[in-house]
């Protein structure tokens, strides 16, 4: 088994302005939801009620209630949002608006944009402390990773890293925070590991070429980096700062997302069309989800009512 039953995989089909939503255990596409243009950023409430999509090339957000599979509310936010993150609690959620050089903040209740927060060049994706009070966004163009606080909704520290960062996540604890550096200007392509007590690099770990999407395990002991131009996932040790295992999966793997018992990663193939299911016990693919369109990116949802397809 692949997965957990009753959890699905949200992910936006980049050429189709639609977001597919994949059941893991049934290796199936179970359904298609009509979105905005170019869907890339993904995320699910806390709750799991909620899966938020949002449309690079219309400057908007969807807003999807996983007990229908429907387009509930569409948001308008900045100019071309790519990542996106919810609060803890669920109240916000933060989208990166990669043309705009900025944060746009939603207010879930309402789903109005509530404060815009200027940050760094070209911000790529955002990640929430686990108290909810911090928010990191890395600015790929800028070379470094914005701090907010999110009550004040301003930046607090900018932490310079490597060349082009883009994924980020912050570990269980909130003690540290992974940031890949893609590297597409030049450079070495690598991991920063951010101490989050002092906003300061603590360790660079070079990785395979390309990285982009991480994601951390819920006990915090290893992180799990996409590596777009070498078709491989890299399991990093993160109480030694060093690479695990180097894992092939399907071309151009992009993003990622890790299951609610962290058993299984979920990862994109952008040129392959599907998704490579690696278990986190063996750290190899265990199973392949045939996809006919380009996967962006991808959330875990549990729906609170999964629906019958």
Do not use: K, Q
């Not at 977001?19 to 290796?27: E, I, K």
């Not at 996106?84 to 609690?89: K, S």
């Not at 301003?154 to 890949?180: C, E, F, I, K, W």
């Amino acid at each position: 088994m692949s997965g957990v039953p009753g959890v699905r995989l949200c992910v936006p089909a980049l050429m189709t302005a639609t977001t597919l939503v994949v059941d893991p255990v049934a290796n199936e596409v179970v359904a298609r939801i009509p979105v905005g243009a170019t869907p890339f950023g993904v995320a699910a409430s806390p709750d799991g009620g909620t899966v938020y999509v949002a449309n690079f090339h219309d400057g908007t957000l969807s807003v999807i209630d996983s007990g229908t599979w429907a387009v509930t509310a569409t948001v308008a936010v900045g100019s071309g949002p790519g990542g996106v993150a919810a609060a803890p609690d669920g109240r916000r959620l933060y989208v990166t608006n990669y043309n705009g050089d900025d944060v746009s903040v939603v207010d879930t209740a309402s789903g109005a944009v509530i404060r815009t927060i200027p940050v760094g060049r070209n911000p790529g994706n955002p990640a929430v402390s686990p108290d909810g009070r911090r928010l990191y966004v890395t600015n790929f163009e800028g070379g470094d990773v914005s701090v907010i606080d999110t009550a004040a909704g301003a930046v607090t520290a900018v932490v310079p890293t490597g060349v082009n960062p883009n994924g980020v996540v912050v570990a269980p604890d909130g003690a540290r925070v992974y940031v890949t550096n893609s590297a597409n200007s030049g450079g070495t392509s690598s991991v920063s590991v951010i101490e989050t007590a002092t906003d300061s690099v603590v360790a660079t770990v070079a990785t395979e070429s390309g990285p982009f999407g991480v994601v951390v395990t819920p006990d915090g002991g290893r992180c799990y980096v996409t590596s777009y131009y070498s078709d491989v996932v890299v399991a990093l040790d993160t109480a030694g700062a060093a690479v695990g295992a180097v894992i092939g999966v399907g071309e151009r793997p992009e993003n990622l997302a890790i299951g609610p018992d962290g058993r299984h990663v979920y990862v994109t193939n952008r040129e392959s069309n599907d998704i490579s299911v690696i278990s986190t016990e063996t750290d190899t693919v265990v199973s392949t989800i045939p996809l006919d369109v380009n996967p962006g990116g991808i959330a875990v949802c549990v729906p609170l009512l999964t629906p019958v397809p």
